[in-house]
């Protein structure tokens, strides 16, 4: 049972590129999230999804996409980088809001 | 407007010094209070969750607590190993489809 699996754990890439940080759970977790963890802000939420072929936006959506295609996968597309995007992402899945949330490690981008 | 509050930002305790965090918050109707627990490099890792006033939970050298405005997470005679970021995170009834996390508090406990 591996959980919640990101990747890459680590990522630099230049202003205007773009990319996508995947996410993976593998306990059929209904409810699936992405935050952005900066110094001193905790834990912002970008998007989240509460089941496949269902999105919404969070609290820091500009500059970040996301799809659900499948219960299992919830990736977040860069669609063109910019150094404010410079961050620890995390990935985070639950059966709902009422059940504690199961994190992954995290990805760290840096934005040059 | 749902908001979380954790103080201190850290602290610093000598093994074996008992002490409380604090996470207070305002929220329209509490669906559930949870406490987390980062390690440098890591992901939170669940460590509670309480859903109505009165409640109490504990593990080990933790025990968390809630009343209608708070929550406290007690460290018994900590350990050097209970040092990590401890994050709490409120569900409430109007943001049904989000957490919202305080910025966590940094606890160091020297041998």
């Known amino acids: 049972n591996a959980g919640v699996t990101q990747t890459p754990k680590f990522q630099v890439l230049k202003t205007g590129q773009s990319m996508t940080l995947q996410c993976a759970q593998d306990?059929?977790?209904?409810?699936m999230s992405w935050y952005r963890q900066d110094p001193g802000m905790g834990l912002r939420l970008i998007h989240y999804?509460?089941?496949?072929?269902?999105?919404d936006q969070g609290e820091v959506p500009n500059g970040y996409n996301v799809s659900r295609s499948t219960t299992e996968d919830f990736p977040l597309r860069l669609l063109s980088a910019a150094p404010s995007q410079t961050s620890v992402y995390f990935c985070?899945?639950?059966?709902?809001?009422?059940?504690?949330?199961?994190f992954g490690d995290g990805t760290r981008l840096s934005i040059l | 407007e749902d908001q979380v509050t954790q103080s201190p930002e850290a602290l610093r305790l000598q093994e074996g010094e008992s002490s409380s965090l604090n996470c207070s918050y305002t929220v329209s109707g509490l669906r559930g209070l949870f406490w987390y627990r980062q390690d440098p490099g890591k992901g939170p890792e669940f460590l509670f969750t309480l859903y109505s006033a009165g409640e109490e939970k504990e593990k080990e050298r933790l025990k968390a607590t809630l009343t209608k405005k708070e929550s406290f997470l007690h460290i018994t005679a900590p350990k050097p190993e209970d040092s990590a970021t401890y994050l709490c995170?409120?569900?409430?009834?109007?943001?049904?489809?989000?957490?919202?996390f305080g910025t966590g508090t940094r606890l160091q406990v020297f041998p």
């Open positions: 999804s509460v089941g496949a072929g269902i999105t």
């Open positions: 306990m059929n977790h209904e409810y």
């Open positions: 995170a409120v569900h409430g009834s109007y943001n049904t489809d989000k957490l919202i």
């Open positions: 985070a899945s639950s059966y709902d809001l009422n059940q504690p949330q199961h």
